[in-house]
């Protein structure tokens, strides 16, 4: 057998913002694999340029498959933060404004529509989309605490409610996440994502957040019921528990396997060092079923 059939698959990585492009190119790199990035213009850092790589615009459909076809990229990963583009955003190249009345049909619906028509825009090309947990699985989030925090029972039940308010959300296409406290449904997430909703708790007065002493509330993000689990896993890491701990909360709770944690030991200790509990829930208890 020739040496080039036992060698591993080319990686892309369709980068946005934040450090886990990087995570991932650098694990798939340790596993022996080369990596060519494509960092999408406006929300990818200047960081992705320690690999080989190239630039596109939102919409240049076209130069897009074509950088991952020219570098031979057999699968590709979409990661990374991205804002979802407007119509006034998007500055189509050929392929792009062949592929415009498809993409203008999924905006109209969600956030996962419009991911998965990059999916299969990608995939009827001949490129492999793959999860980046299938790269790097240490990203997933794990059943059980994180934290040396842990939540109370009322708290427990405010991740219950905020399990079927994230659902309810989710089914819609709308978002991935939401914060309750005493039972009361505070925000949920919309297009402009979590780091918004958190503020808009910070905003509330305090009484509104059920206590002006001490931390309560909390924050639940997990995959829509008909998510795409290879692109836009919910995502919470040190900026998260951050923004959680300005907002009075008391905790974070997403789905185990479900979601990921980029840099789960700073994660971990920045919620120790705020007071805050960060937990991994079973699939199960998306579901309904509590242990």
Same mark, same amino acid.
């Given at each position: 057998?020739?040496?080039?059939?036992?060698k591993p698959?080319?990686?892309?990585?369709a980068?946005g913002?934040?450090?886990?492009?990087?995570?991932? $190119?650098?694990?798939?790199?340790? $596993?022996?694999?080369? #990596?060519?990035? *494509?960092? !999408?213009?406006?929300?990818?850092?200047?960081?992705?340029?320690?690999?080989?790589?190239?630039w596109?615009?939102v919409?240049?459909?076209?130069?897009?498959?074509?950088?991952?076809?020219?570098?031979g990229?057999?699968?590709?990963?979409?990661?990374?933060p991205m804002t979802?583009?407007?119509?006034?955003?998007? #500055?189509?190249?050929? +392929?792009?404004?062949?592929?415009l009345?498809?993409?203008?049909?999924?905006?109209?619906?969600?956030? %996962?529509?419009?991911?998965?028509? #990059? *999916?299969e825009?990608?995939?009827?090309?001949g490129?492999?989309?793959?999860?980046?947990?299938?790269?790097?699985?240490?990203?997933l989030?794990?059943?059980?605490?994180?934290?040396?925090?842990?939540p109370?029972?009322?708290q427990?039940? %405010?991740?219950?409610?905020a399990?079927?308010?994230?659902?309810?959300?989710?089914?819609?296409?709308?978002?991935?996440?939401?914060? *309750?406290?005493?039972?009361? !449904?505070?925000?949920?997430?919309?297009?402009?994502?979590?780091?918004?909703?958190?503020?808009?708790?910070?905003?509330?007065?305090?009484?509104?957040?059920?206590?002006?002493?001490?931390?309560?509330?909390v924050l *639940?993000?997990?995959?829509?019921p008909?998510?795409?689990?290879? !692109?836009?896993?919910?995502?919470?890491g040190?900026?998260?528990?951050? +923004?959680?701990?300005?907002?009075g909360?008391?905790?974070?709770? #997403?789905? $185990?396997?479900?979601?990921?944690?980029a840099?789960?030991?700073g994660?971990?200790r920045?919620? %120790?060092?705020l007071?805050?509990? !960060?937990?991994?829930?079973?699939?199960?208890?998306t579901?309904?079923?509590?242990?």
């Amino acid at each position: 057998m020739s040496s080039s059939a036992n060698k591993p698959r080319k990686l892309g990585i369709a980068a946005g913002g934040g450090p886990l492009p990087l995570a991932v $190119a650098d694990a798939a790199r340790a $596993a022996g694999r080369e #990596v060519f990035i *494509v960092g !999408v213009k406006g929300a990818a850092g200047p960081n992705i340029e320690r690999y080989p790589h190239g630039w596109v615009r939102v919409g240049a459909m076209g130069r897009f498959l074509k950088l991952f076809k020219q570098n031979g990229c057999e699968d590709v990963v979409i990661i990374g933060p991205m804002t979802r583009p407007t119509l006034r955003d998007i #500055v189509p190249d050929f +392929r792009g404004l062949l592929l415009l009345p498809r993409f203008i049909k999924r905006m109209k619906t969600g956030d %996962d529509a419009l991911l998965r028509g #990059v *999916v299969e825009f990608l995939e009827e090309n001949g490129i492999r989309v793959v999860g980046a947990e299938t790269i790097l699985p240490s990203l997933l989030a794990s059943t059980g605490l994180l934290s040396k925090a842990a939540p109370t029972a009322s708290q427990e039940a %405010d991740i219950d409610a905020a399990i079927a308010a994230a659902r309810k959300i989710g089914a819609l296409d709308i978002g991935q996440g939401a914060v *309750v406290c005493r039972g009361h !449904v505070l925000a949920l997430e919309d297009i402009k994502g979590t780091d918004a909703m958190l503020g808009r708790v910070a905003a509330m007065p305090p009484e509104g957040r059920g206590s002006e002493t001490a931390r309560d509330g909390v924050l *639940v993000k997990l995959p829509k019921p008909a998510q795409e689990r290879r !692109v836009d896993l919910p995502t919470i890491g040190v900026r998260t528990v951050e +923004r959680a701990a300005a907002a009075g909360l008391a905790g974070i709770a #997403v789905e $185990a396997g479900g979601a990921i944690v980029a840099d789960a030991e700073g994660v971990a200790r920045k919620a %120790d060092e705020l007071g805050l509990f !960060v937990l991994g829930f079973p699939h199960a208890r998306t579901l309904g079923a509590r242990p």
